[in-house]
């Protein structure tokens, strides 16, 4: 096996490291939402979260396998030019670095990216229970609705909350839902002829996230 194949495989086996080790670090909070927002639920995505401890891990195997990725190529475009087979040639092989660099890079940050939306939106919400949208919004709340606090176990970031959050608004019998990182809770009101509280413990346990009534009226 000649130098440049053996480095154009290198390249290959990193970059493929790095995609999974970033998939791995995205695991605890951006797969959870995707699968919920795709209505798919079940008590083994608590597996996906309980990863977050380890997340750091991850994302320095994705970094460590990408900064080899180009390392490796930077030492292959070095050297001299050859007859030997490859599977891509070189401005399609660079191209697939920065396209998968771009990759790990989105999956790497997006729990960050999804934390920020989703406090902007926790704030927005909270600023409005003084303002006249939060008046209105009682006022158009039918008079049998009711409301929980449910305790949420297992969120680890700022962007768990709208993983919860979309678990619940998908209950058919749900006015809106509000969910917060600190303290790790969630605001339901509810339509109690359509859905009961256990339904909505239950749909946060299909996220991934355990949770029990902390009071309700």
Known sequence: ????????????????????????????????LALVSLGVGGAWI???????????IFVTLAVGALGYAGYNEWHLSRQPDCDCETAFSSTTRRSLLGAGALVVLALVVSPWLLGVSSTDATQQAQAAVTGSQDTSEESATPASFQQVVLKVEGMTCAACPKTVRTSLEGVDGVYSAKATFKPPEAVVRFDPDK????????????????SQPKSSS
Request: hydrophobic letters at 40%; a neutral charge; one cysteine or more.
């Open 1 to 32: 096996m000649s130098i440049q194949t053996s480095s154009n495989a290198g390249t290959n086996w990193s970059m493929g490291a790095g995609l999974g080790a970033a998939v791995a670090a995205s695991a605890c909070c951006t797969i959870p």
């Open 46 to 56: 608590g597996s996906l979260t309980a990863l977050a401890p380890y997340r750091w």
């Open 195 to 210: 859905v009961s509280v256990e339904d909505l413990t239950t749909a946060t346990k299909n996220a991934g996230f355990p």
